[in-house]
């Protein structure tokens, strides 16, 4: 039989919204993008030991121009969290 030993750091956690400036990538030089509104919001759960350190320019949303589909109201938004180490 084998044994084995689990430790796990256990941390109260909080919720906090953060409001993030959209940025948009790949679009044509002759073109221009513009998004309204130009922000948005996300919702994060981070550790209370975390939550200190927590900056909105950690995070970045994204549109990128090639996955615009014609006459789409809505636009695909990447969210991209800051990195985990």
Request: no cysteine; hydrophobic share 40%.
């Amino acid at each position: 039989m084998s044994e084995v030993q689990l430790d796990v750091n256990v941390d109260k956690f909080t919720e906090t919204q953060l409001e993030i400036p959209i940025e948009t990538i790949g679009v044509p030089t002759n073109m221009q993008l513009k998004t309204f509104p130009d922000k948005t919001t996300i919702t994060v759960t981070i550790g209370l030991k975390e939550f200190e350190t927590l900056k909105a320019s950690q995070f970045k949303a994204i549109i990128d121009y090639k996955n615009i589909q014609a006459n789409k109201l809505k636009l695909p938004i990447e969210i991209k969290p800051p990195s985990i180490t």
